[in-house]
């Protein structure tokens, strides 16, 4: 392979390098610009939520299970397009960028708690005026209603608590995941396939996404009787808590362990 091969471009150690100083870049920013920023990404990514109950719409019931599945799973997508293309501010990236500058001794734990605190306040409340106008405007438009949104809903919140809380960290790992190879990729193509790819991964499996599933699990509580409001709040709480240990523990420390050890 040649030198000049887009794959021989960046090193692990090249991506850490990059991802540390961008995680950098992100802890230093001013308040009021990371929560407008994460105010952005908490309505863009209601796009995903709403393409899928648009999605379901129009095919449910009229094409096999899996087709529909499939189809909806691709829609889920948009919003994280929107978001991560945007490079607007999603707490779940920053599960495993922000932690990075942490381990390598650039930044505060105080620092830290600050940016994920601002973003996820940000992402969360936006999320919530997202999920209200959508289940206000997408009946009124005839493309979606509450059988749509309580579909989407209630798989995300079913299981026991245990298996919630796994199901977040496997989403908070395919995200870190996710952020490590944005960071590796040289085009913007690449970054949209590979954020297609892993987020479709994710919808697919109905793995819980504390922001995304935060916009799909409140349409159903204000739409329908399906879902109550203590089982939304058990849903985000676990499902935060499942990301934060996945991004963090399975992206950021082993890949920052695994790098440095490399070069020592």
């Known amino acids: 392979m040649s030198d000049s091969d887009p794959v021989d471009k960046k090193s692990k150690t090249d991506i850490l390098a990059a991802q540390i100083e961008e995680g950098t870049d992100e802890l230093e920013r001013p308040a009021g610009a990371l929560f407008l920023s994460a105010i952005s990404a908490g309505l863009d990514i209601g796009f995903g939520p709403f393409f899928m109950a648009v999605v379901l719409t129009l095919v449910g019931g009229t094409l096999p299970e899996p087709v529909t599945t499939l189809l909806v799973a691709n829609a889920y997508t948009f919003g994280f397009v929107f978001v991560i293309l945007g490079r607007s501010e999603l707490f779940t990236e920053h599960t495993t960028l922000a932690v990075l500058p942490v381990l390598d001794g650039r930044a505060s734990v105080r620092r830290l708690a600050r940016l994920w605190g601002l973003v996820y306040t940000g992402n969360v409340l936006a999320g919530a005026v997202f999920a209200a106008a959508m289940v206000v405007l997408a009946p009124a438009y005839g493309v979606a209603g509450p059988d ?117």
């Open 148 to 264: 749509a949104f309580e579909h989407l809903a209630v798989p995300l919140v079913s299981h026991p608590p245990l298996v919630l809380l796994m199901g977040g960290v496997l989403a908070g790992w395919l995200m870190g995941l996710l952020s490590w190879l944005i960071t590796a990729a040289d085009s913007t193509m690449a970054r949209i396939v590979l954020v297609w790819l892993v987020t479709m991964g994710i919808g697919l499996a109905h793995l819980p996404h504390s922001i995304a599933g935060n916009v799909e699990v409140l349409a159903a509580v204000l739409s329908s009787s399906a879902v109550g409001v203590s089982t939304y709040a058990g849903f985000l709480l676990l499902a935060t808590a499942g990301n934060v240990v996945g991004g963090s523990l399975f992206v950021a420390l082993l890949k920052y362990g695994y790098v440095v050890r490399g070069e020592e």
